[in-house]
């Protein structure tokens, strides 16, 4: 069941549309992430769900009620920023409580509803700590607890951690689906990071410029992508002319695509039925242990190749020919526009 509905939502900052005709929905309880190239409209969505920006046209309803009726401070959505927007000279409790205070909660009802909050985000031990003298991962927990404690109906979160480096990312986005799961929360999350949004949504929602390209389980954005954007945007994926590699040309088919770690190395000569085989020059050879990428120029294409687990003495010059095969089931196609086309060789 729809939880938050948003139905042709329209933004215009004069000449420019930032939103043009965007509709979803999101289930109770789901983590739904905004994924998209800068520009392309997330922060302006969000803003716009929590009021902090007024849509030129459109609805949003959020259990069954219309929204944009409703002022921003009587939404009782929380929002996480990506610049932390902590207050300095409050401890982490202080900052915490704020949004209570503001709200004339009662002193018990604060001090327990905070304790809560910051042991939900293991920041407990730090709470009389100033936030100068916490991690950015500390200060970005502070932030996730501060949109919390006032225990919102809807949690926003736009870019949370992208000031972050690698190794926090990591920890930190395992951290919010496990809070977010605990407490059952709908969410909203903007990320420009494709494998961040892979990992933690329930369903990905991809924009470009202001538009909707796909909504999807994360199975369903990654292996059956909607739109030649889509595809393209995450991940990577090889595009082929639609007669490349010996392909039959078929009706509507302007392009064939792959994912690199589709493509595999081949014996000279053989291939297996319902392969297609070629040869090509090493461009590139990288070597990453678990993994090693190859580029390959052949036929007037320029294809990259991921191969797992390869044996440790793979090495390749750059120059050397190699054959490369891959299934033709393994195929995407896609027409003229761009969109996904269904194939008796792709499905
Ligand atoms: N206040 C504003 N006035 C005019 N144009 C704006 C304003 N805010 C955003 N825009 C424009 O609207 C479009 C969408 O901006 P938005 O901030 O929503 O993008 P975004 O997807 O969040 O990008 P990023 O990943 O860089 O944060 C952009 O073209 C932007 O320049
Ligand atoms: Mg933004």
């Known amino acids: 069941m729809a939880y938050l509905n948003v139905e042709g939502a329209i933004k215009r900052y004069g000449a420019t549309t930032a939103l043009n005709g965007v509709s979803f929905s999101v289930a109770k309880g789901e983590f739904f992430t905004l994924l998209g190239p800068s520009g392309c409209g997330k922060t302006t969505l ?5 009021g902090f920006s007024q849509l030129s046209e459109g609805r949003v309803a959020l259990d069954g009620a219309d929204l944009l009726a409703v002022p921003p401070h009587k939404r009782d959505i929380g929002m996480v920023f990506q610049d932390y927007a902590i207050f300095p000279h409050l401890t982490v409790a202080e900052n915490v409580a704020f949004g209570l205070k503001a709200r004339k909660v009662a002193t018990s009802v604060i001090r327990d509803r905070v304790a809560e909050a910051l042991a939900t985000v293991r920041l407990s031990a730090l709470s009389e700590r100033l936030p100068a003298a916490l991690s950015g991962g500390q200060q970005q927990r502070i932030g996730i607890a501060r949109a919390m404690v006032v225990k919102p109906r809807l949690l926003l979160m736009d870019e949370p951690l992208s000031n972050l480096d690698a190794k926090l990312r990591l920890d930190l986005r395992d951290e919010i689906r496990d809070i977010q799961r ?13 494998e961040e949004a892979l990992a933690i949504s329930d369903r990905i929602c991809v924009m470009d410029g202001g538009s ?3 909504i999807g389980t ?22 082929l ?10 009706p509507g088919v ?26 090509g020059l090493v461009e590139h050879f990288t070597y990453l242990g678990r993994e090693a990428h190859l580029t390959v120029k052949a036929q007037g294409h320029r294809l990259v190749a991921q191969i797992a687990a390869p044996p440790p003495d793979l090495a390749i010059e750059a120059g050397r020919e190699i054959r490369l095969s891959f299934d033709r089931a393994d195929l995407h196609a896609f027409d003229a526009a761009g969109r996904r086309v269904r194939t008796g060789l792709a499905a």
């Not at 969000?46 to 929590?50: E, P, Q, T, V």
């Not at 605990?182 to 494709?194: K, L, N, R, S």
């Not at 994360?218 to 595009?239: D, E, H, K």
């Not at 002319?241 to 078929?250: C, Q």
């Open 182 to 194: 605990t407490i059952g929360i709908a969410a909203i999350y903007v990320t420009h990071d494709q």
């Open 46 to 50: 969000l803003r716009s769900i929590a």
């Open 254 to 279: 302007a392009q064939w695509a792959l994912r690199p770690e589709r493509l595999r190395l081949a014996e000279a000569g053989a291939t297996e039925h319902g392969a297609s085989g070629f040869s």
């Open 241 to 250: 002319s639609p007669e490349a590699f010996g392909l039959p040309a078929v």
């Open 218 to 239: 994360p199975q369903q954005i990654y292996g059956q992508p909607a739109t030649r954007f889509v595809a393209s945007f995450v991940g990577t994926m090889n595009l």
């Open 212 to 214: 909707i390209e796909q």
